[in-house]
């Protein structure tokens, strides 16, 4: 077992070496904080696997000095490109500068910096406001014409997340005057803030009779949320509805019980995007554009949660 | 009895005051309806809600007595409930969960006491140690993620309900008179006492200062448990990141609220556990009247600001004196007249 | 007159702390403020200086009407106070202390060098030769007091009042001190001196007034008066005769039964080992200056310092005196010196205070009910006569004799048979003085043995059947029966350190 595991590897190895000669990618994550960051990393080393990419993985530990340190590094050692999830947006115009200068094409993952966009080859990211619009069209799709009140757990207060996705919605639900937001309040992005918070929407709303659909930033809250609904007697998914944004599991597998509607997936494979990019750059030169928006892909009840949530339930999430 | 209730006064004082404030805003605040065969109102949320802190502050009240602080309950709160959740998934049961949840408490408050008795480092200090580490070690048992169970056994420490009431209610309220009836039935309320005042002059006396030091520390961590297991109960699921985050300032504001002083000393549980549902209150009030959520903590702020100012002895004495010279000075302009 | 105060009353909840209280002080003099503990000196003072406002009455200074509400008012109007504890911050150098608030400042920032200049000068005429870049707390005690009193002479300048400046001075740093205040009289400043020693009122003092219970009693030429007419002005009742009486007259030793043996008992760095074996019912006195090792005797045999070498043992085998516990458990009890800081539980209640010993004794599962703590809480209230209103009140409202009361009845509460008492008298009045000391007479009629240490020889004169007089950090003699006078311990004190040598020669 072992020896053909190993001669398959090595056979594999002598193969993509002759065929593409293997390229090396440096990596610098910004740590482990959430499960959807550490979705990403398994995804990223699954992806360059897949590819045949030589990673070399740096966790930052949501320290800026760790990143630019491991960027230095990976700039010594002649990688072929940089990925790197910046933990913030300033401070990075000389390491990028380094780079373009060993002429190392460097790959923002997920968030962006204030740096000129020539210094770096692209970004990969998804678009927050287009998140929480796609969630809007699905409530003006669902509930048609009937009038709908909505209640809205946001994210932390003046986080980029938590404005852009309230921004987006609004957008989503325009022009539809049956659809209002009643109540909103910030549940933190937190599972047990999100059910605190929506005892009291429920309290407020009469016991819950008068909210038609719950709107969550993420989906944490909405579990809680929906914890929140069951104990206050009412049926999640029925008489009010659920959608909230990431795609976590737990939400697949509230989905799949008929306690939730719809999630809109944050896709934590920002690297596959990436890759594609770099696959073309390598091959002729192609330059992408300077910013890729990953799909803000729709889950509802009818695209089988059960099977997403088996899934996505080993990624880290 | 009467002794005790005079001690609480001023708490339950600012308790009718902000539920007369919150029902200006919400008026069915007070109402109380049964579902379901439970209570459901505000105000039971409120009981319900308030369960965590409450418990804390229950062993915060106790730490702070003998003169010391712990920063680390809210941490805590995050390693126990990650070792009940893990406990669960991993198949073992609520009661062993529950067990390893205490223990995990308790060894982590015999650390905290250890630092602070035998090794003699400031409290602050020493309980802020475990407040970094600890989240770190609760990622570590849940694999940074929000480790989800499925038993609803166990749920029903954070959401069920016994005779209506909800059974994080029920929890503190016991957590409560159990603690109080402990430090108050023996003698350990009052050599806890002596030690918080003066701790060099109770070991001369003979007081176990060592032993009672750790003994507190002990306490707060079990109460953490608690607060941790009913956390974890509550959104059926261990989320180290976020798990009683910041309650370790709660916990300490509900026993500055309930008129503990933090130098040690005399100490009121009573009045730690009403200051924590005076803190959930204004949370719940805050949510109910439906404020946009920039203004929650600002709101949060200044009503604290004015309970605190009010309970203030400084200012009342600051009172009698501006009200004796406004007499005085009504009395000058009458003989001048 | 330039400072008068006219039936001054201040109430404090329960008590009349001054009632319709005069005092007056002119420049350039000593005015000697003297009463018993609780007889309303500091609160006069705190009056004075702003620390309290007063109810009722004029205080006139200058002739102008005052009412300082804050002590750095009190400061601008020209009264300066120095207490026992000095009060300036050790960590500065002496002169950040002289020039505190008051820097000499260049572009916005402290001239260093102006500041020592300007320090130097403040100190000009107190005979002081010292480094004023170097911290307070490098120098001794009386230098710190002369230096808080160069402070305050130079920030205020026309009242000074020095509230007990010599509880922790030895004799020539007293002589010291008295050369400063009389020079300050000298150049005009009216001197307010608060004191429990009498012959420094007698030494140093032009006038004197007496205060009782918040009223006041006397104001008299202090030549015109006598220490027994004063005492009996102070106590409002002659001075039960205790201390005149002399030596009490205590069986010899050889009668009494041995009780407890201490063999080799030192540490190193502390206290050279040494012997000690307490009959029943004797009183031990420890001699010998502040610093010479005495009190540290005793915190070793009561656990306090764990002894490195050396047992105890009684009739039925070796005791443990690791810890206060074990040394509590066989038996012993210590009142220490500093009873602010070792002694009392400040915010806790008499009662409390009283029972907590025994408590802690009996461990915490098992309190003591509570009939039998008022119980006991009572008998000792009354029979060592504690002037409080209520058991409950909290101890740090009583006067510092009563204070030590407590502390008594906590360790006679647990019934000990070694009791061991540190400075038992310091910063007590004159009245609670003599109580004690014959309290310590009747506790040992029952067999009880005690260790005084006292750094006034009479108290131990009259107190002790045996002195142990230590030095530098040894025991160097004992003086028993009639060889028990102030004259020879002071003479076994003072002796020079070849003097013992010269005893292992021959």
């Known amino acids: 077992m072992t020896f053909k595991t190993l001669m398959m590897t090595t056979v594999a190895t002598l193969g993509l070496a002759a065929a593409a000669q293997a390229q090396t990618v440096g990596f610098s994550q910004i740590g482990s904080e959430s499960g959807w960051r550490a979705a990403e990393t398994t995804l990223t080393k699954q992806q360059a696997e897949e590819r045949g990419i030589d990673l070399k993985f740096s966790d930052a530990q949501q320290k800026q000095e760790n990143q630019i340190a491991a960027m230095r590094n990976f700039i010594a050692q002649g990688v072929d490109a940089i990925l790197i999830a910046p933990v913030v947006a300033t401070g990075w115009d000389s390491i990028l500068a380094e780079a373009k200068e060993a002429e190392i094409p460097v790959v923002l993952l997920d968030r962006k910096v204030d740096s000129s966009d020539d210094m770096y080859l692209t970004a990969v990211g998804s678009d927050l406001v287009h998140e929480g619009e796609v969630a809007g069209k699905w409530l003006v799709d669902t509930v048609g014409d009937k009038d709908c009140r909505v209640v809205e757990l946001q994210g932390t207060t003046g986080s980029s997340p938590a404005i852009d996705r309230k921004t987006g919605f609004e957008k989503g639900i325009a022009g539809h005057d049956n659809i209002e937001i009643v109540r909103s309040q910030t549940g933190d992005f937190t599972r047990s803030v999100g059910k605190e918070v929506m005892e009291s929407f429920l309290q407020a709303e009469n016991g819950g009779e008068n909210i038609c659909a719950l709107y969550a930033h993420n989906d944490d809250m909405a579990v809680g949320a929906i914890q929140a609904i069951k104990e206050a007697g009412l049926l999640p998914g029925k008489d009010i509805l659920v959608v909230s944004i990431d795609g976590v599991p737990d939400i697949f597998k509230a989905m799949s019980e008929g306690e939730a509607n719809a999630t809109v997936e944050l896709t934590p494979n920002m690297a596959g995007p990436a890759f594609d990019a770099l696959a073309a750059y390598w091959k002729d030169g192609t330059m992408p554009p300077k910013f890729i928006q990953t799909d803000s892909a729709l889950y509802t009840m009818q695209d089988d949660p059960a099977g997403q949530y088996e899934a996505r339930k080993d990624l880290g999430y | ?337 | 007159m330039l400072l008068t105060i006219q039936s001054l009353t201040k109430t404090f909840p329960g008590t009349k702390a001054l009632d319709g209280v005069n005092f007056d002080l002119s420049a350039g003099e000593v005015h000697a403020l003297l009463g018993e503990n609780g007889a309303g000196k500091s609160t006069l003072i705190k009056c004075l200086t702003g620390a309290y406002r007063r109810d009722e009455g004029e205080m006139h200074l200058d002739g102008r009407l005052i009412s300082p509400t804050s002590t750095s008012e009190a400061q601008e109007l020209g009264i300066g106070t120095v207490y026992q504890e000095v009060n300036l911050l050790p960590n500065l150098t002496v002169a950040q202390n002289l020039t505190f608030g008051r820097e000499p400042r260049r572009f916005g920032l402290i001239n260093s060098r102006a500041q020592k200049l300007a320090a130097l000068e403040m100190l000009q005429g107190y005979g002081l030769d010292i480094d004023v870049g170097r911290d307070l707390s490098s120098y001794s005690v009386a230098i710190q007091q002369i230096i808080a009193i160069a402070r305050a002479v130079a920030v205020s300048g026309k009242v000074l009042i020095l509230d007990e400046p010599t509880a922790s001075l030895d004799a020539a740093e007293v002589r010291m001190l008295f050369d400063v205040v009389r020079n300050l009289r000298d150049r005009g400043l009216g001197i307010v001196f608060v004191s429990h020693f009498l012959d420094q009122v007698f030494e140093l003092t032009d006038r004197l007034t007496v205060l009782r219970n918040g009223q006041h009693v006397v104001t008299e030429q202090t030549a015109g008066l006598d220490r027994l007419q004063l005492i009996h002005h102070m106590l409002g009742r002659d001075l039960e005769a205790v201390e005149e009486q002399g030596h009490t007259g205590h069986a010899p030793i050889v009668e009494r039964p041995a009780m407890l043996h201490f063999t080799g008992i030192g540490r190193a760095g502390v206290i050279e080992p040494f012997d000690l074996t307490v009959h029943e019912g004797e009183v031990i006195g420890f001699a010998g200056l502040l610093g010479s090792g005495r009190t540290e005797s005793a915190e070793l045999l009561f656990g306090l310092r764990r002894a490195q070498t050396g047992e105890a043992r009684d009739q039925s085998g070796p005791i443990s005196i690791e810890t206060p516990q074990s040394a509590i458990a066989a038996g012993f009890g210590f009142a220490p010196e500093d009873r602010k800081t070792d002694g009392i539980v400040a915010e806790l209640s008499i009662r409390e205070n009283i029972i907590l010993a025994l408590q802690a004794q009996r461990g915490w599962a098992r309190p003591l009910p509570r009939a039998e703590q008022d119980r006991l809480a009572a008998d000792y209230i009354k029979r060592l006569d504690i002037r409080t209103s209520d058991a409950e009140k909290a101890i740090g409202d009583l006067s510092g004799g009563n204070q030590q009361k407590v502390v008594l009845a906590r360790w006679l509460a647990m019934n000990p048979r070694f009791l061991i008492l540190d400075e038992p008298t310091r910063g007590i009045d004159v009245g609670a003085h003599a109580e004690i000391l014959k309290l310590i007479d009747r506790l040992t009629e029952d067999g009880m043995a005690v260790l005084i240490i006292s750094s006034e020889l009479d108290e131990l004169v009259v107190a002790a059947d045996r002195i142990i007089v230590v030095r530098d950090r040894r025991h160097v003699s004992e003086l028993t029966g009639s060889a028990v006078t102030s004259d020879t311990i002071m003479q076994a004190i003072a002796a020079e350190d070849h003097a013992p040598a010269q005893e292992v020669a021959r």
Not at chain 2, 4 to 31: D, K
Not at chain 2, 105 to 134: F, K, S, Y
Not at chain 2, 174 to 203: C, D, I, P, Q, Y
């Open chain 2, 1 to 337: 009895m009467i002794r005790s209730l005079r001690r609480v006064a001023p708490q339950l004082m600012t308790l009718v005051v902000l539920a007369a404030l919150v029902s200006w805003f919400f008026p069915s605040f007070l109402q109380i309806d049964m579902s379901d065969g439970r209570l459901v109102g505000p105000v039971i949320d409120i009981l319900k809600r308030g369960a965590p802190v409450a418990i804390l502050a229950v062993g915060m009240t106790l730490v702070v007595a003998t003169g010391g602080i712990d920063l680390s309950v809210g941490t805590v709160m995050a390693i126990t409930g990650a070792v009940a959740a893990s406990a669960l998934v991993s198949g073992w049961g609520v009661p062993v969960a529950l067990i390893l949840a205490v223990g995990a408490g308790m060894i982590a408050g015999l650390w905290n006491g250890c630092l602070v008795a035998v090794l003699g480092i400031q409290p602050i200090v020493a309980t802020l140690i475990l407040m970094t580490a600890g989240r770190g070690i609760a990622q570590l048992i849940t694999e940074g993620r929000i480790l989800t169970y499925s038993d609803t056994g166990f749920g029903f420490l954070g959401s069920g309900s016994i005779l209506g009431i909800p059974v994080p209610a029920l929890l503190w309220v016991l957590t409560g008179v159990l603690v109080a009836l402990l430090m108050r039935r023996t003698a350990l309320g009052l050599l806890v006492e002596a030690v918080g005042v003066n701790k060099r002059a109770s070991a001369l006396a003979g007081v176990n200062a060592r032993g009672l030091i750790i003994v507190v520390y002990m306490a707060s961590g079990l109460c953490a448990a608690l607060a941790g297991i009913i956390a974890t109960a509550d959104i059926r699921g261990a989320d180290a990141n976020n798990a009683g985050l910041w309650l370790e300032l709660d916990a300490i504001l509900a026993v500055v609220i309930g008129g503990n002083s933090l130098l040690g000393g005399r100490f009121s549980i009573a009045a730690s556990v009403l200051g924590a549902m005076i803190i959930q209150t204004i949370d719940t009030g805050i949510l109910l009247a439906g404020f946009p959520s920039e203004y929650n903590l600002v709101i949060k702020a200044v009503l604290v600001l004015a309970i605190l100012m009010i309970q203030s002895p400084h200012l009342a004495s600051e009172w009698a004196l501006i009200r004796m010279q406004i007499a005085r000075r009504r009395a000058a302009r009458e003989q001048e007249v």
